[in-house]
């Protein structure tokens, strides 16, 4: 097929990576697709997403996503013109275009795809567009409905990991237990709760760094570390919060860790009666990377993989204690569920198995 497709390296602009478009374009093109990329700089329309205090006129807004609509307008209509185009595959919030463009798009006999993964707790960000499409690939399973009622037409389908990416380093497996993520939710309590329990843990990404515990230098840090303490922060030893990974030293972190930690709880709704959880696409990454995976259990995890003999879960936060320490004293158990997490993911779990199952559904040929 001849694919017109339109998405940021990464769904997070500050974080340095092009994971999101090596998973996604790069399966695409190593499929055998023919790949016409969207010649844009999107990252102003995803900043807006993360920085909703920035103050900007609801008319530079709205001019901004009119100008990145014309432009893709105008490229994938030339594209169109030169060679027919069969597929637009977008990763788009609301953010970046107006429903009339994807409407333009589609009146081009163009089927037109948005790929978005986090309407488990962020649906109102697709809410305008993702009607507009022929389809929305969706993959939280427990969001299909919420879109059929938005007057979309959603299909199911679960995150993965492309094994050119995602692969064992080779590398000594020399760190213990191990989180590359955000700090946000109950992630630094847990971590906290681990390092409080002895284990040697470690973790990287955005935001952990706002809970290290700094000494005090002077008065006025002192009473800002009593305030932050006051108010419920989380603090860690410096030793154990590293940096923001490049995409090489995640993998690499992944394969040389003795145990990788998963978290399924979404934003801060570990505070909710009912917390939503949700499939990561870590939870294909470690094992593809060939870790061993410790996740935060949820019941979708089980139509993945065999719990407890390709990846293990805790359910809770005494059974993440009592599964890290078990864990690090049964090596051979632990080998051998990483070994078959590996393999299970390089048979099921590939992008190019889920693009696979996803065209022949929507009824397009290769």
């Not at 769904?11 to 374009?25: A, K, M």
């Not at 060679?83 to 977008?90: G, K």
């Not at 860690?236 to 709880?265: C, M, W």
């Not at 359910?315 to 393999?343: F, N, P, Q, T, W």
Request: one cysteine or more; proline letters at 7%; glycine letters at 6%.
């Amino acid at each position: 097929m001849r694919i017109f497709y339109a998405a940021a390296s990464s769904p997070n602009p500050h974080v340095p990576s092009t994971l999101w478009r090596d998973n996604l374009h790069d399966s695409l093109v190593e499929m055998g697709h023919e790949v016409v990329e969207f010649d844009y700089d999107m990252r102003g329309a995803f900043q807006r997403l993360f920085a909703p205090a920035v103050p900007e006129t609801p008319d530079s807004l709205a001019a901004l996503r009119a100008s990145m609509g014309t432009a893709l307008l105008e490229q994938i209509t030339a594209a169109h013109k030169a060679a027919p185009v069969t597929l637009f595959f977008s990763y788009f919030y609301d953010a970046c275009v107006e429903p009339g463009i994807i409407d333009a798009i589609r009146a081009l006999e163009i089927t037109a795809v948005n790929w978005y993964c986090n309407g488990s707790y962020q649906l109102d960000l697709v809410r305008e567009i993702s009607p507009h499409y022929s389809w929305c690939l969706v993959p939280e399973k427990n969001r299909l409905a919420d879109y059929r009622a938005m007057g979309a037409h959603p299909l199911y389908c679960q995150e993965a990991a492309n094994p050119r990416v995602y692969k064992p380093s080779g590398l000594p497996i020399d760190l213990p237990v191990t989180f590359a993520g955000q700090a946000y939710g109950e992630r630094p309590a847990l971590v906290r709760l681990l390092s409080d329990h002895g284990v040697d843990i470690r973790v990287w990404g955005p935001g952990w760094e706002y809970h290290i515990d700094r000494p005090p230098r002077n008065p006025l840090r002192r009473i800002a570390r009593r305030l932050a303490k006051s108010d419920g922060a989380i603090r860690l030893p410096r030793e154990i919060v590293g940096g923001v990974l490049s995409d090489r030293q995640l993998v690499e972190t992944y394969s040389r860790s003795r145990i990788n930690l998963g978290f399924a709880t979404c934003g801060e709704t570990h505070l909710a009666s009912k917390p939503i959880t949700q499939i990561r696409l870590r939870d294909f990454e470690v094992p593809m990377s060939g870790g061993f995976y410790l996740a935060e259990y949820t019941e979708e995890l089980e139509e993945f993989f065999d719990i407890g003999r390709e990846i293990a879960c805790h359910h809770g936060r005494e059974d993440l204690v009592e599964k890290v320490r078990y864990y690090l004293e049964h090596d051979s158990e632990r080998e051998a569920i990483r070994r078959a997490g590996h393999e299970r993911c390089l048979r099921d779990h590939t992008w190019r198995r889920r693009f696979e199952t996803a065209f022949a559904e929507m009824g397009l040929r290769p």
